[in-house]
């Protein structure tokens, strides 16, 4: 598995797992809007071989902030630590740029990446009230603080 940037050629595979992963899925044009976005970084886990894409990770970088959009790793896939090798990356990467806090929003019923998050010492900070349109499910808000941290790594 290597963890590398996204490029146009992932689409397909990223659209599959998009799409197996949230009840209402981002468009390919919104992924490839964020590949042009200069705040934006995306990250794919690929396996070697074959190349295919098994998650994907989208952040936006607002210095001293940076904020987590979307993390998916493959229904059959998950389990096998890709999510946090993901998520380990973009935290190094955020952190070699000096990012000072990380953000996201995750469903409330979403127990896993919530348990994925505060293995990396991400906190609750608040709660958006009906934030999911689809479901009307709120969203926890998440925040780790990496001011005077060595590398991120997993508790």
Not at 41 to 53: K, L, N
Not at 62 to 90: C, F, K, M, Y
Request: with cysteine; proline share 6%; glycine share 8%.
């Amino acid at each position: 598995m290597e963890i590398c940037e996204m490029t146009e050629q992932d689409l397909e595979d990223v659209m599959q797992i998009e799409r197996s992963s949230f009840p209402a899925p981002w468009s390919k044009a919104l992924f490839e809007r964020e590949l042009g976005l200069p705040i934006a970084r995306t990250f794919v886990a690929r396996e070697i071989p074959p190349g295919r894409v098994a998650g994907y990770l989208c952040f936006w970088l607002v210095e001293p902030e940076a904020h987590i959009l979307n993390l998916a790793v493959h229904p059959d896939r998950r389990r096998q630590g890709i999510g946090t090798h993901l998520l380990h990356a973009g935290v190094n990467y955020c952190q070699t740029r000096g990012i000072q806090e990380i953000t996201l929003e995750v469903r409330r019923s979403n127990y896993k990446a919530i348990a994925l998050y505060r293995n990396f010492h991400f906190q609750p900070q608040g709660i958006r009230p009906r934030y999911y349109r689809e479901s009307g499910e709120d969203a926890v808000i998440m925040g780790l603080k990496l001011e005077g941290q060595n590398r991120a790594t997993p508790a």
